[in-house]
């Protein structure tokens, strides 16, 4: 059902076919993601079709400066027929959530909304509350806006399983997007594609999970992340390097695209492929390197190359 569910959605979303991919590698791997890009590139639009084909509550959330916390995770709201102040759970609580254009939001809310996606739990009023399983937040931000935004820090970024950066299509995919609108606008509408059910989407995840991972690959893992810390090569750019959390989300994307490609086992492909989205959040290069024009994922690219793959 996961293979239908991809096959939809890249019918209703023309040349982006890498975005499909890392939203549900993240659906399967149990992590967020982040997209950013330029209006117009369907980020929403992505995360809406995703949302139609699995079962369980789905929330958007349109981030704006004076958003506060509990806009996010609700509050107690006094009941004058009742003389007590319920709960009244906010858009957090729902299976899949869209936070629009997240650093728009003051920081504060942005660190609420992290601590809900790491512990999947909501805390008010002293009160614990569990979130759905299952939970995941696709959040988006626009990089050509800089008035009245709040860049997620480093460690915060940190939080995402896969960071995504999406490129402008090519005329034929653009021409192809051109005739597909109209084609929505002029003629009915297909019906949605089967849905999956919370109990089916967790499953997919424990199969997915159970993706073998060679002991070769994962010393070339390890190899990728442990050479961000030893200042050679490639790696004399990075003033901050890669945690052993990238270790563990690098190897379950590995897995989760592995398992939805229809492998048992995966592949040095696998690594490559994610590595850039999986690892460069997760570092910093130092100021030389952003001077000459170096980033994140090109000193990955690099790192890549440096360590020889099995």
């Given at each position: 059902?996961?293979?239908?569910?991809?096959?939809?959605?890249?019918?209703?979303?023309?040349?982006?076919?890498?975005?499909?991919?890392?939203?549900?590698?993240?659906?399967?791997?149990?992590?967020?993601?982040?997209?950013?890009?330029?209006?117009?590139?369907?980020?929403?639009?992505?995360?809406?079709?995703?949302?139609?084909?699995?079962?369980?509550?789905?929330?958007?959330?349109?981030?704006?400066?004076?958003?506060?916390?509990?806009?996010?995770?609700?509050?107690?709201?006094?009941?004058?027929?009742?003389?007590?102040?319920?709960?009244?759970?906010?858009?957090?609580?729902?299976?899949?959530?869209?936070?629009?254009?997240?650093?728009?939001?003051?920081?504060?809310?942005?660190?609420?909304?992290?601590?809900?996606?790491?512990?999947?739990?909501?805390?008010?009023?002293?009160?614990?509350?569990?979130?759905?399983?299952?939970?995941?937040?696709?959040?988006?931000?626009?990089?050509?806006?800089?008035?009245?935004?709040?860049?997620?820090?480093?460690?915060?970024?940190?939080?995402?399983?896969?960071?995504?950066?999406?490129?402008?299509?090519?005329?034929?995919?653009?021409?192809?997007?051109?005739?597909?609108?109209?084609?929505?606008?002029?003629?009915?509408?297909p019906p949605p594609p089967p849905r999956l059910s919370a109990e089916a989407v967790r499953g997919a995840r424990a199969a997915a999970m159970t993706t073998h991972l060679s002991p070769v690959l994962r010393d070339h893992i390890v190899g990728v992340?442990?050479?961000?810390?030893?200042?050679?090569?490639?790696?004399?750019?990075?003033?901050?390097?890669?945690?052993?959390?990238?270790?563990?989300?690098?190897?379950?994307?590995?897995?989760?695209?592995?398992?939805?490609?229809?492998?048992?086992?995966?592949?040095?492909?696998?690594?490559?492929?994610?590595?850039?989205?999986?690892?460069?959040?997760?570092?910093?290069?130092?100021?030389?390197?952003?001077?000459?024009?170096?980033?994140?994922?090109?000193?990955?690219?690099?790192?890549?190359?440096?360590?020889?793959?099995?």
């Open positions: 059902m996961v293979e239908g569910l991809r096959a939809s959605m890249n019918a209703a979303l023309i040349g982006q076919e890498r975005l499909v991919e890392r939203l549900l590698v993240g659906l399967l791997a149990g992590g967020h993601v982040l997209l950013e890009g330029a209006p117009g590139l369907a980020k929403t639009r992505a995360v809406k079709r995703l949302a139609m084909g699995v079962e369980g509550g789905f929330n958007r959330i349109q981030c704006t400066p004076d958003l506060m916390p509990a806009d996010l995770t609700g509050a107690a709201v006094y009941r004058p027929d009742t003389g007590a102040f319920d709960f009244a759970p906010g858009p957090v609580f729902a299976s899949l959530v869209l936070v629009d254009e997240i650093n728009r939001a003051p920081p504060k809310v942005q660190s609420a909304l992290l601590e809900a996606m790491a512990e999947h739990q909501v805390t008010s009023g002293g009160v614990t509350r569990p979130l759905p399983d299952p939970f995941m937040v696709v959040a988006t931000q626009n990089p050509i806006e800089h008035e009245g935004t709040f860049p997620l820090p480093e460690a915060q970024l940190d939080r995402f399983l896969l960071y995504v950066k999406l490129e402008m299509p090519g005329r034929a995919a653009e021409r192809a997007i051109l005739d597909l609108v109209e084609r929505e606008e002029t003629a009915a509408a992340v442990a050479a961000t810390r030893e200042g050679e090569g490639a790696a004399a750019a990075i003033e901050h390097p890669v945690s052993p959390r990238g270790t563990l989300a690098l190897a379950a994307c590995a897995k989760a695209r592995a398992w939805l490609l229809g492998r048992d086992h995966a592949m040095p492909e696998d690594v490559a492929e994610l590595a850039g989205d999986a690892l460069a959040h997760r570092m910093t290069v130092d100021w030389r390197a952003a001077a000459e024009g170096v980033d994140a994922r090109g000193v990955v690219a690099r790192l890549l190359a440096q360590v020889p793959a099995p």
